[in-house]
């Protein structure tokens, strides 16, 4: 396994193996030591590699990420696994702000809690947070699920699209044109689905709520017709 530690190697050189792996390549198994908070690490993935993380990082770790497995053994800065295609992020510990930002598909598993924005205008991701998260998260969320077992904080999923969250604990506010809805049984099994893959092993579907947009703030309504 090649091992490259980011306290004596430049940061690109990591970058660019990873880039550079053609088909039926070798080396698929990466190991990271000595992050020491650093930007950008493994981003742009586009091959089923495996990458383990052991530190903490900074800005924008495993983004766009297409095919690759990243485990961070530590938090990571805002914006990890922003526009993430597919594959899987793992954060063993804590994420900062807009965590799976524009994310289009893959599973982003945060194992602490996530800041702000978490999810922000998602678009196929599927995010689970084993704690809480910060205001405004799922804000424009288009497609994908979000779910959280702990709490959720102020204007979940504010302009929401279709997007699906799910919260188990208290929400301190909905945003605009988001509601509660029915927990149906296609939504149980997809909750399970996804709790299993994120290893959540404590929380049950059946203790969550489900969220979604009242489909109202995007939609032209004749009745207004003048007002337009």
């Not at 204007?155 to 927990?183: H, N």
């Not at 969220?211 to 007002?227: C, E, Q, V």
């Amino acid at each position: 396994m090649p091992v490259f530690d980011l306290s004596k190697t430049p940061l690109r050189e990591l970058n660019g193996a990873l880039h550079g792996l053609g088909p039926g390549a070798n080396d698929t198994a990466f190991e990271v030591i000595h992050p020491r908070g650093h930007h950008a690490v493994a981003v742009g993935i586009d091959s089923p590699v495996t990458v383990e993380v052991r530190g903490s990082v900074g800005y924008y770790c495993a983004g766009m990420n297409d095919g690759g497995t990243v485990t961070i053994h530590g938090s990571a800065g805002p914006g990890v696994a922003e526009n993430m295609m597919s594959g899987t992020v793992i954060i063993e510990g804590d994420a900062s702000q807009y965590a799976g930002a524009t994310g289009r598909g893959g599973l982003l598993v945060v194992k602490g809690n996530a800041a702000s924005r978490c999810g922000i205008s998602m678009k196929g991701i599927d995010i689970v947070v084993h704690g809480s998260i910060g205001h405004m998260s799922a804000f424009m969320g288009q497609s994908g699920h979000l779910v959280v077992c702990g709490d959720a904080g102020e204007a979940l999923g504010d302009s929401l699209y279709e997007a699906k969250l799910f919260v188990r604990g208290s929400v301190k506010s909905l945003g605009t044109d988001c509601v509660e809805k029915q927990m149906r049984p296609k939504h149980l099994k997809k909750l399970a689905e996804l709790l299993e893959k994120a290893g959540v092993t404590d929380a049950k579907p059946e203790e969550f709520r489900r969220y979604g947009s009242a489909r109202k703030l995007y939609n032209f309504h004749i009745d207004n017709a003048d007002a337009y």
